[in-house]
Every structure is written in C-alpha cells, then in structure tokens.
C-alpha cells in the first residue's frame, strides 16, 4: 500500500485480538456479520483471525475473504507466527480476498527472547528476513510485527526492521504488546525508527497497543505525530486483558482534531481533510452490534459510544448546549450516527417498513432472515407500543447469534410470587430436531430456568455473571440480559433481549450454551502442534 502522510489506515483487529477477550468467542456467522459492518464503517484492514489456530478460525478467515473482500473492500487481513506452516495456513485462508494481507510477527524483547523464543538475537534476525520473503511469495501485501516493541532495545529494532523491509515487507507494525508504555516514551520510539531505519521510507509505520495503564489511545496519537501511519484497534476498545487502543476514540481524536494532527494544514488553503476514511455515522451502529455479539457491555461513560457520552446532566451545561450546542459539545451526536429517531415503527408497520428500516440501519437481510426478524418484530409490537430502532438491532443481532446452534429454545414458562416456590418448565429442541421437557424449582425464577436447562443440555457449567439492562426507556421496555458461564476455565456469554425478563435470561443461556458446545469442540487444525496452541493465543 502506498505511503500517504495525510492518511492514517485503519487496521480493525477486532475479530483476531478483540475476540481474545475472556468469554468474547464468536460464531461463523457473527464474525461475518461484524465484518460486513466494518466494511460499511469504512476500515482499510480487517484482521479476520489466526488460521493456524484452529479450523474454526481458518474457516472464518476464509469465509470473510470470500464474503467481505472485494476490489474496492477492505483488505482481508491473517496473522501467523513467523513459521512455515502459519503463514502457509494464513495465505490459504485469505486466498479468497482480492487485497490480502499476511501478518507475522516474532518476539523481539530481550525478556521474550531469553525466557519464550530461547533464541539469541542474531537467530531472530536471521528468521525475520527469511519468512517475510516466504510470505511475500505467496501474497504481494506482507506486515511485519516486533512482538513486544516498546520493551525491546531500539538498536537491535532498527536492525530487524530494515531487515524486514528489504525482505518485501510493506508496513511495520510496532506493538506495545504488555500496555507499558507512556505517549511520550512511544512517540520517540517510533520518531526513533523513522528517521534511523535506512529503508523506512519504503514501509508503513503502524502501531498496535494495549490498554493495561489505560494509555493506548494516548499513545498512539502521540505515533501519529511521530510519523506513524496505521492504527491497529479494536471496536470499544476491547482485547486481550484490558483490552486494545478503541477505534471510535482514535477515529473521532483525529477527526475532532483534524487541524492539530493533519501534517498539511496551514500549507493547504482549504480546511484540513479527515486523516481516515471511517465513516464516522456508522460508529455506534458498529459498536453496538460488537457488543450485542460478543456480550461485552460497554460501560456507561466510554468516550464515544457508551450511553452518557452525549448526556447532559448539569444545569449550567444543559443551558448552555440549548443557547448554542458548542458552548460544552465537542462532538455532535449525529456524526457518530446516534439518532433520536424514535417511534419509528409500531404494530400497524408492514414487511417492507420494517424491511426499509433495517436497511437504514445497514441490515442486508437475506429473504428467510427478514422473515423470521418480521415475525419477531411482529411478536414484540404485540407487547410494546413504540419499537425503536435499539429494539429492531436486538432483534437481529439475536438473529445472528442463533444461528448453526446446538440447542434450540421452544418454551420457556415459570410460575412464582411470593408464596409459590419458583418453578420453570422449559422445552429445548436438539439439533435433530428432537424435543425434550424438563422443569425444575430454584431460587428464584432465573435460577430455576438455569437449573431446567442445565438438566437438559448435559453440559457441565458454571453461571459466573447475569445482568440485566434495559434496552430503552419506559415500563415496556426490552431488558437484556447478559449471561457468562466458565467451563474448564473458559468464559462463554451469551445474549438476548425480550420485554419479559426471565425469557431474555433463558434465551441468553442457550445463547452461552452452544457457544460453550462450540467452543469446546474447537479442532485444530494441527494436532501434533496442539502443546504450541495451547499457548499460542498471546498474540501480539
Ligand atoms: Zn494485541
């Protein structure tokens, strides 16, 4: 890709690093659906996964280079370890993809070479130049990451990026892989390889960091006036421990302050144009879907997309935002795509505002999906008056969620108050269809509903957390309802919004359920590298 300095690329790795959050596995069909909303967000690259990890990965790599690539698309992006058999698994799985990319990345901290890699720094920096070149043979887009950047020794960086670079590859990806760094320590680690690697000037600098001192964001704004040219981020900032630097807030930092961060403004008569090609509109409808999928909540005062990022509450700000918007908003709530379009449709709405609405909201239904999202709609208007479009997201984000399950909820029906004993009757359909019905007496009438279901499906688990929120305002409203179970140490969650809470609570176990069903019979693709897989994960 070529060098622009007025362009910073975005690199989405929500699916690959955000995934690696506890419990945030996600099926096929959600990693596609994410993807395709991405691609409408306008990101350059999308990491789809790590195909040597496991068949599941290879398949949903593959699927998203078939289904989301395209001539004018985003790149489909695979991350391998600098090995033969990674980066040959991660070019097959990208195949599809007309604009491709292969990832790979070795260890280049001294910490990480004497006590992972046990290999001396001159062996790393004769692997380095070697499986650059083996990748680019097989596609001609190839970056290349220094595991543990900002904790290794500049001079010895320097020498395995040039050696990098003169092996084919087109962008070096810097990653403050442990979160340790500071804005001002990274900005010269990276003005650093910008003025002293001799080849710099033929590769992308790209940045990749985690959040754990809370400074990601931070520092990659620092990268960027320091000559980077690539964030790697996830949506909501989620990722591994304390997650990765969030795309909304980087985007909307460079767009908010364009006239800071643009290198040309004050050389170019007209207003300073956006450094990213995001569509800035889309980010919330983005947000939204990752964590309905992933069941990751997004706190309340998140910059950008949590729910008081745009609520006034005191007085003297209220006044002010009416008098004139810009006295205490710095960001106007519609570019980032939040509406207060509400009452949008109610029970008299036919198929094709319903159909019309979704398109809006960047739905591309299929014509069996519409049917079942109709009939859903259909079945909550018959219980609340006005359907707004956050209740309209729910229903088909749940959709997405459901579908290839194992278990299949058919009826869910408790009796309880404060002289009965709550009991739950439930009804669970197979993957043969089959039908069973088990009830059972709890706590309460959610613990009952768990204890019903746990009898049927037979999988070991243990419920860790469930949650409850309402999805808008009003005594009819959606709760939903979030639910985590731990098997084998693994976190599974699941999801649902109903008007009745115990059903959203059912649904959200069956939704964890058959994730756990699927997670745990993740294969490999390699099973004589499963030791290696088992702690393969880490990433960058
Ligand atoms: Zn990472």
Redesign the pocket.
């Known amino acids: 890709m070529a060098k622009d300095p007025g362009r910073v690329l975005i690199f989405d790795?929500t699916l690959r690093?955000g995934e690696?959050s506890p419990g945030a596995s996600l099926n096929l069909e959600e990693k596609l659906a994410i993807a395709q909303q991405l691609a409408r967000l306008g990101v350059d690259v999308i990491e789809a996964g790590f195909p040597f990890a496991s068949q599941g990965d290879f398949a949903a790599v593959q699927r998203i280079a078939q289904q989301v690539g395209g001539d004018e698309g985003p790149i489909i992006c695979g991350l391998a370890r600098a090995s033969r058999a990674d980066i040959k698994a991660c070019a097959d799985a990208v195949a599809p993809a007309p604009r491709r990319r292969i990832h790979t990345f070795i260890a280049t901290s001294d910490i990480h070479l004497e006590h992972k890699l046990r290999k001396s720094r001159a062996e790393v920096l004769a692997i380095v130049p070697e499986m650059v070149a083996y990748a680019r043979s097989l596609v001609d887009d190839v970056e290349f990451s220094c595991e543990d950047a900002a904790r290794s020794d500049p001079e010895f960086l320097y020498e395995v990026i040039e050696a990098a670079i003169a092996a084919g590859a087109g962008t070096i990806n810097i990653?403050d892989?442990v979160g340790f760094t500071t804005p001002s320590e990274f900005g010269a680690l990276i003005a650093g390889i910008d003025c002293h690697v001799p080849n710099m000037n033929e590769a992308v600098i790209s940045v990749?960091?985690?959040n754990d001192l809370g400074l990601a964001v931070a520092n990659f704004l620092e990268a960027v006036k320091c000559g980077a040219r690539q964030f790697?981020c996830t949506i909501n900032g989620i990722?591994?421990r304390a997650g990765?630097a969030a795309l909304e807030e980087l985007v909307m930092a460079l767009y908010v302050r364009r006239r800071y961060f643009n290198p040309f403004f004050g050389r170019e008569p007209e207003s300073p144009t956006p450094l990213t090609a995001v569509r800035t509109e889309e980010i919330t409808k983005t947000s939204r879907l990752v964590s309905n999928l992933t069941g990751m909540v997004v706190q309340p005062n998140k910059a950008i997309v949590g729910s008081n990022a745009f609520a006034h509450e005191s007085g003297i700000h209220q006044d002010g935002v009416l008098k004139n918007r810009l006295t205490y908003e710095i960001v106007d709530a519609r570019t980032v795509g939040l509406s207060d379009n509400r009452i949008s449709l109610g029970k008299l709405s036919g198929r094709s505002a319903v159909r019309a609405r979704l398109e809006e909201l960047g739905y591309d239904l299929t014509r069996e999906d519409l049917d079942e999202a109709f009939a859903r709609f259909k079945d909550l208007a018959d219980r609340k008056r006005d359907i707004t479009d956050r209740d309209l997201e729910a229903i088909v984000s749940e959709q997405v969620q459901q579908s290839e399950a194992r278990f299949q909820l058919r009826l869910v029906q408790v009796s309880c108050g404060s002289s009965l004993r709550p009991t739950a009757t439930v009804i669970l359909a197979q993957e043969d269809g089959q039908e069973q019905t088990a009830a059972a007496v709890g706590t309460g009438p959610v613990d009952a509903v768990c204890r019903a279901l746990n009898a049927l499906a037979g999988e070991p688990n243990e419920l860790i957390e469930f949650s409850v929120k309402s999805v808008t305002e009003g005594i009819d409203a959606m709760g939903e309802v979030t639910i985590r179970l731990r098997r084998d140490g693994q976190l599974f969650s699941g999801h649902s919004a109903d008007t009745d809470v115990v059903v959203a609570a059912a649904q959200a176990f069956v939704n964890a359920l058959n994730r756990l069903v699927e997670g745990c019979g993740r294969q490999s693709l390699h099973p004589q590298h499963d030791a290696v897989l088992a702690d393969l994960r880490p990433?960058?």
Do not use: L
């Open positions: 790795t690093d690696q990653p892989t990749h960091g985690h790697e990722g591994e990765n990433g960058i």
